[in-house]
């Protein structure tokens, strides 16, 4: 399971907490995407949909989990090739001298010469080996198989991973530039007051005083204004980033991101759905069974293996005088001492099995956790949606009567630059929890380990 980190962006206001969003640490290939495409004049303008595409074509970490994905699929084959027929095919000629004394034949001094040759020699020929019966190879060949269903189910968690970090810095990116227009927003009702202020200064109506709160707050509304598009590009960037668009691509965001209710599940349903469908859960158990395959393969060593060994072709002085020649053995190996090999891999395989269980009793209790979160983060999310949602109303509605009575001179500007800060506030927390309860969503399908099916359905067609 990889290490969960908070990708969230911007502040977020005091009454919310951010759901756990799983993430890549730093460095790790998730954080990064391979360019490709060619650099439009025009911007792009990408859907959440068209960015989860692109993350699953172009994300690092994808592209390195499917290589991961075919390495087990040749250790599979390399273990494989130990129970396949061996076929190889030799042709050669050689001109050669033999000494006869040298092979044992006492022919010194009897007049035979003990020099024979030179002459030639032809061997066209082909070898078969076919291992019979080897319950190491067979084994070994199960747990090659179970390591690849891991490397299948990895590949699968690498997707969802990826989209949920897309479809987050997607939704981080239009919080961003929300907060940014709402931001420029605010500024052009700072410097709508400040107008106004200066007007009825000069009808001698307000102090001083309220002139300068006045244009206090206008600066502080340039401020936001210019923190919030400096965050807002920097979101864009690091979801580029991720999907791998051209480098110096400009895009925009599409903002119809439909208001998607809960899906409503038990809390057991929810466990008994991740333990089927999560991934890397499934990968915990494949990796549990390859483990206990190795062990017994490394048991297998002691026992007795049978293989047959053939070979058919020609030979003779030339290829023309060649005649055809064949060899079938059988052999049964037993193994009697092996320097301590086999306990030494047994061993091995027996510390590895019972790391393999662990991991998998830890990711079982993960699940559990995760999902206990994921609810308890859409319940909270949920209800604070609702809060901000009336309180921005609220803000509003005090931030008008505050500039009506200010304007007839009932009250000082004090009350005004109150209610600007108010509407502020409420705007942020609103973009907060909107941004939150979107987010929560995507957790949820993360933790039941239907993100790529479920994320996509969630944010851009409504389905449950």
């Known amino acids: 399971m990889l290490v969960l980190l908070a990708l969230l962006g911007g502040s977020a206001p005091a009454f919310a907490q951010a759901p756990a969003v799983p993430g890549p640490p730093a460095g790790s290939p998730f954080r990064g995407g391979v360019p490709e495409g060619t ?26 989990a499917s290589d991961g994905m075919e390495r087990a699929r040749g250790a599979r084959w390399r273990a494989l090739s130990d129970l396949l027929p061996n076929l190889n095919a030799s042709i ?9 004394e040298a092979f044992g034949f006492p022919i010194r001094n009897s007049g035979f ?19 019979v019966l080897d319950l190491r190879a067979m084994r070994d060949v199960r747990a090659e198989d179970h390591a690849l269903a891991a490397a299948r189910h990895e590949y699968r968690s690498a997707r969802d991973l990826v989209v949920l970090v897309s479809a987050n810095l997607y939704l981080q990116t239009i919080a961003a530039d929300a907060r940014l227009q709402s931001a420029r927003a605010q500024l052009d009702t700072a410097q709508a007051l400040f107008n106004q202020a200066q007007s009825l200064r000069q009808g001698g109506i307000i102090a001083g005083i309220d002139v300068v709160r006045q244009e206090v707050r206008l600066a502080t509304e340039r401020q936001r204004v210019t923190t919030a598009s400096g965050d807002f590009e920097k979101s864009k960037l690091a979801l580029a980033r991720v999907i791998g668009l051209p480098i110096g691509q400009e ?25 089927r469908e999560r991934p890397d859960y499934l990968a915990a158990l494949e ?30 002085l030339t290829a023309g005088t060649a005649r055809p020649t064949f060899t ?20 091995e395989t027996e510390a590895d099995l019972r790391s393999r269980r662990a991991e998998a009793e830890d990711l079982k209790a993960e699940v559990y956790y995760d999902i206990r979160t994921a609810f308890l983060d859409l319940q909270t999310t949920s209800e604070q949606l609702q809060v901000a949602t009336r309180g921005r109303e609220l803000a509003q509605q005090q931030l008008q009567q505050s500039r009506d009575r200010f ?34 969503k995507a ?8 993100a790529e099916q479920a994320v996509e359905r969630y944010l851009t067609t409504g389905a449950p």
Do not use: K
């Open 39 to 64: 650099l439009s004049p025009e911007p792009l303008r990408l859907s959440v949909a068209d960015v989860i595409h692109r993350a699953l074509d172009h994300n690092l970490g994808v592209l390195t």
């Open 92 to 100: 050669g000629e050689s001109r050669q001298t033999r000494n006869l």
């Open 113 to 131: 010469p003990t020099m024979v040759g030179p002459f030639n020699v032809f061997d066209a020929r082909l070898f078969l080996s076919q291992s």
């Open 251 to 275: 895009f925009l965001l599409s903002q119809d991101i439909p208001f998607i209710p809960p899906v409503q599940m038990t809390m057991q349903e929810a466990l008994d759905r991740a333990y």
């Open 287 to 316: 990796r549990v069974q390859a483990a206990e395959a190795r062990h017994s393969a490394a048991r297998a060593e002691a026992l007795p293996s049978v293989r047959l060994n053939a070979d058919y072709g020609a030979i003779g």
């Open 328 to 347: 079938v053995s059988g052999a049964v190996q037993v193994p009697v001492f092996q320097g301590g090999r086999l306990q030494g891999r047994l061993i």
């Open 407 to 440: 304007a007839a001179g009932v009250a000082a500007n004090v009350e005004v630059v109150q209610a600007q800060e108010a509407v502020a506030l409420a705007s942020e927390q609103y973009i907060s929890a909107l941004y939150l309860f979107n987010v929560s």
């Open 443 to 450: 957790v949820l399908a993360r933790s039941l380990g239907t």
